[in-house]
């Protein structure tokens, strides 16, 4: 017989294969939806007159498909990202399905936004110039954050090592040497498990240590002294037999 909670394992299984076999119709219903926002209320900002209304009316469609345009599109890309995570968690991993998740958003609600902004007649060039500007300001100050972050990536992409292996870590940041499993590799820290004690260590530092395996016992214990055995014979060495000299016969 299989226990409920074997049941409930092998349930929560296939329902997680069939979410990932599914097509990802809420992120291309707003998609669409998007789109079509988004020309409405190009053609209402340039007074197209598409519903032969007045210029003060097509200010109002204009803003508000707009803002609908901002909606939808932040919808879609939310569930786009949500959905590239569940295909490629199976194959890729949990650590590279999270990144590909996080570009998704960034790209995505980047994209957005200056869409959004460009429909509502904002002046972009002027945004990017302060945008740039102050991105200059904020690097100088996230600079260690943003160090972790792509240090980060670069541990995803290279795999010095993988979700559960077992490792030395050495570097003089971390104190000497850490030998533990690591439990997961994050966007700016290493989970790693130390004879029971799970610790967050920022990625720059582990990018900077060196990384191995753990030696096995026998390598890293010295092994005893040899020491002579002088029980028996002379001090100067083992006793040797002497001839016997020849008796009468």
Known sequence: MHSPNGIQGELSAQV????????PWKSIIALVLAIAAAVVSNRAHHHSHIFHTNATTDDFIA?????????????????LAGKSREL??????????????????IVGFFTTLVLTLELFGVP????????????VFVGIAAQQALGNVFAGLV??????FHVGDAIRLRAGALGGTLDGIVRDIGIT???????GSVMSIPNSQVLNAIVGPIPPESETQPS???VADTSSGTPGGPEQSQPRPAGPT
């Open 16 to 23: 997680a294969r069939v979410k990932r076999r599914t097509r």
């Open 63 to 79: 803003a508000g498909t707009a803002v609908l345009f901002l909606i939808f599109g932040s919808i879609a890309t939310y569930s």
């Open 88 to 105: 490629l968690e199976p194959k890729a991993g949990t650590s590279h399905s999270a990144i590909t998740r996080y570009a998704i958003l």
């Open 124 to 135: 972009i060039g002027q945004l990017v110039l302060g945008g740039a500007l102050t991105s």
């Open 155 to 160: 541990l995803v992409f290279a795999r010095p």
């Open 189 to 195: 820290y290493v989970r790693f498990d130390t004879d």
């Open 224 to 226: 005893p002294p040899v």
